[in-house]
């Protein structure tokens, strides 16, 4: 067998071992809306679907009127970013699964909702494939390692473990991760001039705002009801994803390890300048601040406390 | 709480570097660009408003509430389940075309879930569970997450039971019958299904055939075995039709006339008379498809079908 084989069924047993860990009950198999606004975000998939390939004015997309270096600049960019969007189809599928095993008969309107999700992520990756390609070629290895371990996260085996209570996953990754990763869509469709790439990001934030509300709503239905030890979950959750993930760099590149940096800062900048898809590190710094703040209002109205996070360039977070 | 695990190795790392988003298989590739041209929405691509149950009788809507609650518990196997496909594929690091169509597959069949609950509350009824609890085992999972999740379970196994044993044999069935469904909105709901099915299908059998040559010995017998366990343990067992459950289960009698007098009254589902014609065309159509690859499907011998 191959180093990759052999990797591979590594991992499948890792996730072999989690499944059995569920006893799954499968009847009486409920439909009926328990938590009408996830029902909704449900329906809104299905009416705001899109196509990257039609919908999308390619045609009017001439990367002809940037210099190479701004497109060289740009392709990196885009490859990082479907980089980031990856991990959303094994995430979100096993998070589907877990869902299916653990809740029974129940919970249809989250199931329903993140069905559609995996397909939703593949048509943003499918995106930031197109540009990347379009602006000069997509690259498919980092080929650093700081970027590449910061980068990898095993979440999915995370979805499906039975000891971290669904709403921790879920407030860490959607409430936090997928909250932040919005705000930085939304903060690069301000920055981005060309039409076509705006048109992208517009699109593909349409559907984030749907994932980070499906959070909220979800968190909103859960967490009344939690006990003590699933509150701190929680928020243990939540604050390693803070402190240990985010702020190592997950998301941002400016917080990457000093070596790391260079190469994927440049890049943005480069392209931020341009208008293509980006923002500055400034921008950025201020979507994290707001962001964290935000997210640490919102726990607070159900009496969850996100302790401060020290860091070593932006102080107390 | 979700690093300590990780810095502690209690999960295992991917290797998703190179991560390919090229399509190298045209075929698999094209099924995903048709997936994205053909969505379609349960509560508005039906014409629900010419359902008129009003015009049915009691027993004939009861019969056809049965067959589409059960078709519901079927396609939630869809969502429960085959996900842990495309996790497989990820995890494995198959070709992108495969994980980007799964995506899709994913989706689909939420729709087609959420669909056969609406058709079946829209008749009058949704049942969520059989009427005697142990037919659940037959109805209720086909053990795909299970293999999916086994790297002992070769791919190419998996994909021959699933897809081509259990799949096509749901729509050899539909497109046998769908012309008897005379009630519009049944009617229409059986083509949208059929029509996101048949790329079900196709991706199955493209990559099955894309496959082939490097097919071992062993994966011929991998093949030869999840069909078969497909055929007996799943679809004898009554999974899709409680009419071929050689045991019969603890199926009730209304539920397993419930398919024929659904359809007798153009409501969807199908015949006995159907199932004598298409499951024997089905397995010869199947063994005739899996000979080049060197697959050797046998004769069942089934109580009411005889040796098919």
Redesign the interface.
């Known amino acids: 067998m191959s180093e990759?084989?052999e990797?591979?069924?590594?991992?499948?047993?890792?996730?072999?071992a989690q499944?059995k860990r569920f006893v799954?009950r499968?009847?009486?198999?409920?439909?009926a809306t328990e938590v009408p606004a996830l029902r909704e975000l449900y329906?809104q998939s299905?009416?705001l679907?899109w196509?990257?390939?039609?919908d999308i004015a390619w045609d009017r997309f001439d990367p002809s009127r940037y210099d190479k270096t701004t497109r060289q600049a740009a392709s990196r960019t885009w490859s990082r970013r479907?980089?980031s969007v990856?991990?959303g189809?094994?995430e979100s599928?096993?998070l589907?699964?877990r869902f299916?095993?653990e809740s029974g008969?129940l919970g249809m309107d989250a199931?329903?909702f993140l069905?559609?999700r995996?397909?939703e992520?593949?048509?943003h990756?499918?995106v930031c494939?197109m540009l990347a390609?379009r602006l000069g070629g997509?690259e498919?290895?980092?080929g650093e390692a700081g970027l590449?371990r910061i980068?990898?996260?095993?979440?999915?085996?995370?979805a499906l473990?039975g000891d971290?209570p669904v709403e921790?996953y879920i407030a860490?990754l959607g409430a936090l991760d997928d909250q932040l990763d919005f705000n930085l869509y939304v903060c690069h469709l301000q920055q981005a001039k060309d039409e076509v790439v705006r048109a992208a990001l517009r699109l593909i934030a349409g559907d984030r705002a749907r994932h980070v509300a499906f959070a909220w709503a979800f968190l909103g239905s859960r967490v009344p009801t939690l006990d003590a030890h699933s509150r701190a979950?929680v928020i243990?959750?939540v604050?390693?994803?803070l402190g240990?993930?985010i702020l190592a760099g997950y998301r941002n590149a400016w917080l990457l390890p000093e070596k790391s940096r260079e190469p994927w800062l440049a890049a943005e900048a480069e392209t931020a300048r341009h208008g293509l898809g980006a923002s500055t590190p400034a921008q950025e710094r201020g979507v994290l601040r707001a962001t964290i703040t935000q997210v640490r209002e919102r726990l607070a109205a159900w009496k969850l406390d996100l302790p401060r996070v020290e860091h070593a360039e932006l102080g107390t977070v | 709480?979700?690093?300590?695990?990780?810095r502690a190795g209690a999960?295992?790392?991917?290797?998703?570097?190179?991560?390919?988003?090229?399509s190298a298989m045209p075929d698999v590739w094209e099924l995903w660009?048709r997936a994205?041209?053909l969505?379609w929405?349960p509560?508005?691509d039906i014409p629900w408003e010419e359902l008129h149950p009003e015009c049915y009788r009691a027993e004939q809507l009861l019969a056809a509430q049965m067959y589409w609650s059960r078709r519901?518990?079927g396609e939630?196997g869809a969502?429960?389940?085959s996900?842990?496909l495309?996790?497989?594929f990820?995890?494995?690091?198959q070709l992108p075309d495969l994980?980007?169509f799964f995506?899709?597959r994913?989706?689909e069949?939420?729709?087609h879930?959420?669909a056969s609950?609406l058709m079946a509350?829209r008749l009058g009824r949704?049942f969520?569970?059989?009427q005697n609890?142990p037919t659940?085992g037959a109805v209720?999972?086909h053990g795909v997450?299970?293999m999916a999740?086994?790297?002992e379970t070769s791919l190419e196994g998996i994909f021959a039971s699933l897809v081509c044993a259990a799949e096509e044999i749901l729509i050899d069935v539909f497109k046998a019958t769908v012309h008897k469904a005379t009630n519009p909105a049944v009617r229409r709901l059986m083509e949208l299904i059929l029509r996101d099915e048949v790329r079900h299908i196709a991706f199955g059998w493209q990559c099955l055939d894309a496959w082939a040559p490097s097919f071992t010995p062993a994966t011929v017998r991998n093949i030869e075995a999840a069909v078969i366990t497909m055929i007996e343990n799943v679809e004898f067992r009554g999974y899709r039709n409680l009419w071929l459950a050689i045991e019969g289960g603890s199926a009730t009698p209304a539920e397993i006339d419930a398919d024929r007098i659904s359809c007798e009254a153009g409501l969807g589902g199908n015949t006995p008379e159907d199932e004598m014609r298409v499951f024997p065309d089905f397995l010869k159509k199947i063994r005739t498809r899996m000979a080049p690859w060197g697959v050797s499907i046998p004769v069942f011998d089934h109580p009411r079908l005889g040796k098919v």
């Open positions: 990759t084989g990797h591979a069924t590594r991992l499948l047993r890792a996730y072999q499944e799954e499968r009847f009486p198999l409920e439909f329906s299905k009416g679907h196509n990257p390939e039609t479907a980089w990856y991990p189809l094994t599928t096993a589907l699964i299916c095993l008969s199931k329903l069905s559609f995996p397909a992520e593949a048509k990756l499918e494939h390609e997509y498919a290895d980092p590449a980068s990898n996260h095993p979440f999915g085996q995370a473990d971290l921790a860490a979950a243990a959750a604050s390693d994803m240990n993930v | 709480m979700l690093i300590d695990k990780e999960y295992v790392l991917e290797q998703r570097y190179p991560l390919p988003l090229s660009r994205k041209t969505e929405d509560q508005t519901t518990w939630y969502i429960s389940e996900p842990a495309l996790l497989r990820c995890l494995e690091r994980q980007f995506t899709m994913t989706m069949e939420g729709r879930a959420e609950w509350e949704y969520p569970q059989p609890p659940a209720g999972t997450r299970r999740f086994d790297p």
